[in-house]
Nanobody, 121 residues
């Protein structure tokens, strides 16, 4: 079994910055793609940013230039640095990882429990 635990959410003023982290643990042979998603009330979960095994990042248009995704391969940690936060960025942020459990590359996608980001005006 694999656990993803997010941290770093909270209340921030508009224009401020926040750093989210996600630590993966458990039965991990290798981690493939990782990403951050978010879901605001009444909306569908949407991709914020992702990073593949080679470290190539992708960003949604809404956060491009303001958010930076990074990962630590040794510690199995995924980070999201956010800046110039807006009211529209308020949501529950979820960490996602595709984890290979063994050398035969059997794997599955896993989600964290989510961390709330609130942006005050």
């Amino acid at each position: 079994q694999v656990q993803l635990v997010e941290s770093g959410g909270g209340l921030v003023q508009a224009g401020g910055s926040l750093r989210l982290s996600c630590a993966a643990s458990g039965s991990i042979f290798r981690i493939g793609d990782m990403g951050w998603y978010r879901q605001a009330p009444g909306t569908q979960r949407e991709l914020v940013a992702s990073i593949d095994r080679d470290g190539a990042p992708k960003y949604s248009d809404s956060v491009k230039g303001r958010f930076t995704i990074s990962r630590d391969y040794a510690l199995n940690v995924l980070d999201l640095e956010s800046s110039s936060l807006k009211a529209d960025d308020a949501a529950v942020y979820y960490c996602y990882a595709y984890v290979y459990n063994d050398q035969h590359l059997n794997g599955a996608g896993y989600w964290g429990q989510g961390t709330q980001v609130t942006v005050s005006s």
